[in-house]
């Protein structure tokens, strides 16, 4: 099983950039396809951005394409999420999560999550 702490968030205004890290535990991580998750006040977690195991394959949410970039480092078991261009409504608590080969869902335990504040 992939343990992962979520780290980076903070508050920043819009037009401002953040750089989100998971780090993650597991015999298996290089493996592991990885997505970023987020979920604001009063909404369900929706799907940001995933990365299959090598890194050679990203998907993004609408809402953040062109602006958000997903990476990993499997040397280091951590993958990232760098935020650009922020709005006020990318504001969440964004969480990292293993994810199947076939991106269509996760699996494993979700970490804390990070919290993401974007002013006007």
């Known amino acids: 099983q992939v343990q992962l702490v979520e780290s980076g968030g903070g508050l920043v205004q819009a037009g401002g950039s953040l750089r989100l890290s998971c780090a993650a535990s597991?015999?298996?991580?290089?493996?592991?396809?990885m997505g970023w998750f987020r979920q604001a006040p009063g909404k369900e977690r929706e799907f940001v951005a995933s990365?299959?195991?090598?890194?050679?394959?990203?998907y993004y949410a609408d809402s953040v394409k062109g602006r958000f970039t997903i990476s990993r480092d499997n040397a280091k078991n951590t993958v990232y999420l760098q935020m650009n261009s922020l709005k006020p409504e990318d504001t969440a608590v964004y969480y990292c999560a293993a994810m199947n080969p076939s991106l269509t869902r996760t699996r494993g335990s979700w970490g804390q999550g990070t919290q993401v504040t974007v002013s006007s």
């Open positions: 990365i299959n195991w090598s890194g050679g394959s990203t």
């Open positions: 597991g015999r298996t991580f290089s493996s592991t396809a």
